[in-house]
């Protein structure tokens, strides 16, 4: 029975942590932004609405947006031992490894997110420096870099989401885990992430919620594939016993 606990208390947890990135990414991303007000930035190319959507905040709400998401991380961490737990009467080749690639990608998107703040942070200082040119060009590459470090880290962990939802479908469509058979492609966070992130993406949100939640998609797969997760596995006596 303490076992039991122990996963659902580490299934909470990554429940926890996934609130935490969706309470960080609304203080990052979540305002609208008229272009307009912004016509020094707005004649840089390659700046979009996420951008533009950091500039008017504070430097304090955009710290707390970063730091939100990086001091939950370790939540995910425990995440990733339940999802294990889940998978474990499986044995133990089909569930350590998506266990470990999910352990990777969930501490690459600390990074991803934390590093959200350095970019908006630049972009709000070159707003600043609008009549400074030298100062300005400086800064614009200072943005421009930090940018190029936060997109390349989604790539691996792109990739990670994409194998492991891929080992754990596999795993739970054959039946030996603690997971019934139909929930693959929920308790895997691929198909969650995809469609959270078109739905923050499109128009069938009301104007207030699409434009508060238009930096949310992973947070919210994730927040729904671990709510799934920890539900089913509430009451399922193969989990978290040996």
């Known amino acids: 029975m303490r076992r039991k606990n122990l996963v659902r208390a580490a299934g909470l947890a990554g429940v926890l942590a996934s609130a935490a990135y969706v309470v ?14 912004h016509p020094a930035l707005v004649a840089i190319d390659g700046v979009d609405e996420p951008v533009l959507s950091m500039v008017p905040s504070s430097t304090a709400r955009l710290t707390a947006g970063a730091l939100a998401g990086v001091y939950a991380t370790p939540l995910y961490l425990a995440a990733v031992w339940h999802l294990h737990e889940g998978l ?7 569930a350590l490894p998506p266990a470990l690639i999910l352990a990777g990608a ?3 998107a600390s990074f991803v997110h934390g590093s959200f703040f350095h970019t908006g942070q630049s972009y709000k200082d070159l707003e600043e420096l609008a009549d400074d040119a030298r100062a300005r060009e400086r800064l614009l590459a200072t943005a421009t870099a930090f ?3 936060t997109i390349s880290a989604y790539v691996p962990f792109g990739a990670a989401v994409v194998v492991a939802s891929a080992l754990i479908v596999d795993a739970v469509r054959r039946g030996d885990t603690a997971y019934p058979r139909w929930s693959g492609p929920i308790v895997a966070p691929l198909a969650p992430i995809a469609a959270a992130t078109a739905l923050t993406a499109s128009h069938v949100l009301p104007g207030p919620a ?3 939640l238009q930096g949310a998609g992973i947070s919210l797969g994730n927040l729904v594939s671990l709510g799934a997760s920890t539900v089913l596995l509430w009451r399922d006596r193969r989990s978290g016993h040996r």
């Open 88 to 94: 474990a009467p499986a044995g133990p080749r089909r």
């Open 24 to 37: 960080g990414d609304v203080l990052l991303l979540g305002r609208k932004v008229e272009p307009a007000a």
């Open 147 to 149: 940018e190029r470090a």
């Open 210 to 212: 699409r434009h508060a």
């Open 106 to 108: 969930w501490t690459w």
